[in-house]
């Protein structure tokens, strides 16, 4: 294996800025009425998505603290075909997932539009910032391959 550069310890001052951009972030969600766990589902589906092992392991169980159920977490990656999420949840993930993941403009289109209908502006600003800054913490852990212990 190609050896790896933990980037945020080589680069601190570029970590510390996205650490203070999260805890900005997570902020803004609980001001906006987004519960914590509604956070993490959205911290753990995009790291679902982007394959990243560190990343999953830390919002798991951040997830748990927040009080989430291991049966909903079990089955997060195929949420859309349970009814164990409310539709404020659901929008979320969809919002997220458009976030994250390049997507055409119909889907894209499509999640917001469902967003608006059950999450306030600020709420749907909040959720876009989740997945934006989750995002950039899963490149850096993918990356550097940062190890799950």
């Not at 190609?2 to 999260?22: C, E, G, M, N, W």
């Not at 830390?58 to 989430?68: C, D, F, N």
């Not at 409310?86 to 539009?113: F, G, H, K, W």
């Not at 995002?135 to 852990?141: C, E, L, M, Y």
Request: proline share 3%.
């Amino acid at each position: 294996m190609t050896r790896r550069i933990f980037i945020d310890k080589q680069s601190p001052k570029a970590y510390h800025a996205l650490v203070q951009t999260s805890e900005a972030v997570r902020a803004t969600a609980a001001d906006a009425g987004l519960e914590r766990s509604v956070v993490e589902l959205i911290n753990l589906r995009v790291s679902q998505l982007n394959g990243c092992a560190f990343c999953l392991d830390v919002h798991t169980r951040a997830a748990l603290r927040a009080g989430e159920d291991t049966r909903r977490l079990g089955v997060l990656a195929a949420w859309r075909d349970t009814e164990l999420f409310t539709p404020r949840e659901r929008a979320a993930l969809a919002l997220a997932e458009a976030t994250a993941v390049p997507c055409d403009a119909a889907t894209q289109e499509s999640a917001y539009a469902d967003a608006l209908d059950v999450l306030t502006d600020d709420q749907v600003s909040a959720v876009i910032w989740v997945a934006v800054t989750i995002n950039a913490f899963n490149r850096v852990s993918i990356l550097s391959k940062h190890p799950v212990h």
